[in-house]
Nanobody
Framework: QLQLVESGGGLVQPGGSLRLSCAAS????????IFWFRQAPGKEREGISC???????????DSVKGRFTISRDSRDNASVSVYLQMNDLRPEDTAIYYC????????????????????WGKGALVNVSS
C-alpha cells in the first residue's frame, strides 16, 4: 500500500510558475514509475508527465512539453518525492493535478498514455487566472 500526498497548488497569473510536489511513501517504490495526471472541469482526465522507476527517463504530453519538468528524489525504497515544475502557465492548465504510481518491470521507461494506475493522491488544485 502506497500513500501519495500532493502539495504546491494555488492561484497563479497566466505566464507564471508553480511547483507541485508529491510525497510518496510505502514499500517497493523502486519498482514504480510515477505520473502526473490532471482533470479540468468538464474535460477528460489527461496524463501529462511521468518519470521512470529508475529516474533516468521522462515523458510528456504535447500539451505541456517544453513548459513542464518532472523530477524525482528517491531517499530510499520507501520514500520518494516527485516534483512538477510548471512554467509559462496558461488558463487551460487549470485543473486538479494528481500524482499516481504504476508498478513496472521496465525500470528505465514510462509513457504518459499508460492506463490502470495503482495508487493516487487526493490532488492539488491549480488555477491559472488573471
Amino acid at each position: 500500500q502506497l500513500q501519495l500526498v500532493e502539495s504546491g497548488g494555488g492561484l497563479v497569473q497566466p505566464g507564471g510558475s508553480l511547483r507541485l510536489s508529491c510525497a510518496a511513501s510505502g514499500e517497493g517504490l523502486d519498482w514504480d514509475a510515477i505520473f502526473w495526471f490532471r482533470q479540468a472541469p468538464g474535460k477528460e482526465r489527461e496524463g501529462i508527465s511521468c518519470i521512470s522507476a529508475s529516474g533516468s527517463n521522462t515523458h510528456y504530453a504535447d500539451s505541456v512539453k517544453g513548459r513542464f519538468t518532472i523530477s524525482r528524489d528517491s531517499r530510499d525504497n520507501a520514500s520518494v518525492s516527485v516534483y512538477l515544475q510548471m512554467n509559462d502557465l496558461r488558463p487551460e492548465d487549470t485543473a486538479i493535478y494528481y500524482c499516481e504510481t504504476k508498478s513496472t518491470f521496465v525500470l528505465t521507461l514510462c509513457d504518459v498514455r499508460a492506463q490502470s494506475m495503482d495508487f493516487w493522491g487526493k490532488g492539488a488544485l491549480v488555477n491559472v487566472s488573471s
